[in-house]
């Protein structure tokens, strides 16, 4: 009889361990697919990169492309589009804008997101709407 107990609280804690694992695991995978530094992050990255693109950029043109800004945003030789390096957590579409000017931020009006179909910048506090 003791023998008995003592296989079904091993079966029991075997099977408990199991199914937790199983859920932690899928907690782990969906943290990892929303991680990021988010709209602000990637408009304050942005501005950083375009802020330092002009400092050295003050004679020429001052609309940078998406590819000026990429030697600011990253060192590694390996990343060929600022898209391996701002990552959008939803739908969102980043506009670089002139010097002078905010990046900004888009949802489409679709969005299922509370700013949908509304164009968004930093602030010195916080993200901005602007209204269209």
């Known amino acids: ?6 296989a079904v609280r ?9 199914v937790s694992g199983y859920y932690l695991i899928k907690s782990q995978e969906r943290a990892k697919a929303f991680s990021g530094p988010g709209i602000r992050g990637n408009l ?9 693109w002009y400092a050295g950029h003050k004679n020429g043109t001052e609309w940078p ?3 000026d800004l990429l ?22 579409i980043y506009i ?7 990046v900004l931020a888009y949802y489409p009006q679709n969005h299922e997101r509370i700013y949908g ?7 010195s506090n ?3 709407l602007i209204v269209p």
């Open 10 to 18: 091993i079966i029991f804690w075997i099977v408990f361990l199991t």
């Open 117 to 123: 179909g509304q164009l968004i910048c930093l602030n």
């Open 71 to 92: 030697p600011y945003l990253t060192s590694s030789p390996k990343i060929h589009s600022i898209d391996e390096v701002i990552h959008p957590r939803g739908t969102e």
């Open 44 to 52: 304050f990255q942005l501005e950083e990169a375009k802020a330092q």
């Open 65 to 67: 492309t998406r590819n």
């Open 126 to 128: 916080d993200l901005k």
């Open 96 to 102: 670089i804008n002139k010097i002078g000017s905010p």
């Open 1 to 6: 009889m003791k023998k008995i107990k003592i």
